[in-house]
């Protein structure tokens, strides 16, 4: 297995890192991305993680790629704000739209050329679900009618089975979300999109794992990584900017 790194948006201030784990064969391609807002700091740490985890080969890609991009929006992380504009809300929304923000442009550009199969958006909002259903926290969200809800339904059965606070337990949201990357991959390439949500009342390390736990589950849906494979969460290694 490969892990290469390259850069979106050389020679632009908003120049980002993003990394690619190769297997042995070309097919699926699964895409993760974080830090589409700057202030949702878990989900980033947890993409950083995934990259370190390939990286020392703890993590292995049987077949296919992985590309992660761990920070799109550095301009926001660096203030540790949601951004401004809301980059989620800046991707096209149709095949002849184009993104309305050259950073969201360039992600998008980035996920044509290599049409993930999957794509799984990290983030983090308020709220424990659970609690209370108007609230984002702890959920799993996809658009209506994407051929990935089965493996979201999987998901959160199986996560939720590995939780004990039942508070904390994880929640199934289907709805669009137009100028969003989630719903900009489903619409337009076709992808099994879904954007992760942890909450952010919860410590950090335990969001953290759940976001990694997370994907793992979701790269073992799609066939990247054998499915008897152990859970690389428990120890997280953080790294303060």
Known sequence: MQVKQYMLGKGYSWVTPYYIATGRQGDPHVMVVAGIHGKEIASI???????????????????????????????????????????NRTFPRTKKQAASNPLSAAVFQLTQKYHPKWYLDLHEANGLSQKDPKVLGQTLISDKGNPVVPAVRRTIKRMNHSIKNTDRHFNIRLHELPGSSRTAAARILGARAVTVETCWSLPKKVRIKYHLEIVQHFLREAGLVKANGVYLSAKVKTVTP
């Open 45 to 87: 740490r947890a993409a950083e993680e995934l990259v370190r985890l390939l990286k020392q080969q703890k993590l292995h890609i049987s077949h296919g790629k992985l590309i992660i991009l761990p920070v799109v929006n550095q301009k926001a992380y660096r203030k540790r704000i949601r951004g401004i504009p809301d980059l």
